[in-house]
């Protein structure tokens, strides 16, 4: 059971938008900065998003992150059929049990 | 540009420990970053394990704490993952990855994202 919590699957059109949703509490994303990682299959996961809403070079502007309260949200847009993946939120942890984690993942199809 | 890439033994007995090294290229060792270690279980999520600084200050997932140790061998330009008493929960791939330390006027602080990642290996725990 991860401290942070994904809907384990999301799917869309090409061409379309997803939103993926990461939550979790006051002692994590209510404080800390969160990160997103697409992991494509057979592969090691990838930066994409890091302090919430900032960009690594060479990702593409398609993907964006947000955060309100305890709450972060992947927005994909444009989609396209490579982004066949599994994504994953992660923060630091500030409660009594200190650390990084991250969220169960979510798996999204490209219809 | 950075690289990590992890080497160990793809098999071990339970209650055996577990060793891995990650060889680091593209940048010094000593440098300020975190050296990580991220595992994946077949099918399931990340799990954070632990992570060095260069100065040899470590922090540790709290519910591996007991069993986990990671070294760093500044000669080699290498850091190490030992992990015993293993069982088959933990057969995994396990990854290195840095995550960049940041100066908060005191003190370096994680940036608590991680890039790169190693490719990863397999360890598996099985008799």
């Known amino acids: 059971q991860s401290v942070l919590t994904q809907p384990p699957s999301v799917s869309a059109a090409p061409g379309q938008k997803v939103t993926i949703s990461c939550s979790g509490s006051?002692?994590?994303?209510?404080?800390?900065?969160v990160s997103w990682y697409q992991q494509l299959p057979g592969t090691a996961p990838k930066l994409l998003i890091y302090?919430?809403?900032k960009r690594p070079s060479g990702i593409p502007d398609r993907f964006s992150g947000s955060k309100s309260g305890t709450s972060a949200t992947l927005v994909i847009s444009g989609l396209q059929t490579g982004d066949e993946a599994d994504y994953y939120c992660?923060?630091?942890?500030?409660?009594?049990?200190?650390?990084?984690?991250f969220g169960g993942g979510t798996k999204l199809t490209v219809l | 540009q950075v690289q990590l890439q992890e080497s160990g033994p793809g098999l071990l007995e339970p209650s055996g420990t577990l060793s891995l090294t990650c060889v680091v290229s593209?940048?010094?060792?000593?440098?300020?970053?975190?050296w990580n270690w991220v595992r994946q279980p077949p099918g399931k999520g990340l799990e954070w394990i632990g992570e060095?600084?260069?100065?040899?200050?470590?922090n540790y997932n709290p519910s591996l704490k007991s069993r986990v140790t990671i070294s760093v061998d500044k000669s080699k330009k290498q850091f190490s993952l030992e992990l015993s008493s293993v069982t088959a929960a933990d057969t995994a791939v396990y990854y290195c990855?840095?995550?960049?330390?940041?100066?908060?006027?005191?003190?370096?602080?994680?940036?608590?994202?991680?890039?790169?990642w190693g490719q990863g290996t397999l360890v598996t725990v099985s008799s």
């Open positions: 302090d919430d809403n």
């Open positions: 990855a840095r995550d960049p330390a940041t100066w908060d006027g005191v003190a370096y602080q994680h940036s608590n994202w991680f890039d790169p």
């Open positions: 992660g923060a630091w942890d500030s409660s009594l049990s200190a650390g990084k984690v």
């Open positions: 060095i600084y260069h100065s040899g200050k470590t």
């Open positions: 006051n002692s994590n994303i209510g404080i800390n900065y």
């Open positions: 593209g940048v010094s060792i000593s440098s300020t970053n975190w």
